[in-house]
């Protein structure tokens, strides 16, 4: 059974910075594509960052020079630097990651809460 654990979410005021990690675990051979989305109130779930297992990445337009997403590929964490945070960054933050293990199949975290003050 594999599992994402999502941390780092919490209250910031606008401007301020926050790092986002996420750790898969279990049973694990190799971890594809990872990436972050997010979900506003009253609002579908979108893409805010994705990256490969070499390392390209991808941005949504409306955080790219603020997010940065990276991973760790020893300890399977992604991790989203989030700086010049603004009220419209408000939203639950999910990982997801695309996990070969006994099965290769998609996987979400559970979401952590970032919420930014004007």
């Known amino acids: 059974q594999v599992q994402l654990v999502e941390s780092g979410g919490g209250l910031v005021q606008a401007g301020g910075s926050l790092r986002l990690s996420c750790a898969a675990s279990?049973?694990?051979?190799?971890?594809?594509?990872m990436g972050w989305y997010r979900q506003a109130p009253g609002k579908q779930r979108v893409l805010v960052a994705t990256?490969?297992?070499?390392?390209?990445?991808n941005y949504a337009d409306s955080v790219k020079g603020r997010f940065t997403i990276s991973r760790d590929n020893a300890k399977n964490t992604v991790y989203l630097q989030m700086n010049s945070l603004q009220p419209e960054d408000t939203a639950v933050y999910y990982c997801?990651?695309?996990?070969?293990?006994?099965?290769?199949?998609?996987?979400w975290g559970q979401g952590t809460q970032v919420t930014v003050s004007s």
């Open positions: 997801n990651a695309i996990i070969s293990g006994v099965n290769t199949s998609y996987y």
């Open positions: 990256i490969t297992s070499g390392g390209l990445t």
């Open positions: 279990g049973s694990i051979f190799s971890i594809n594509a």
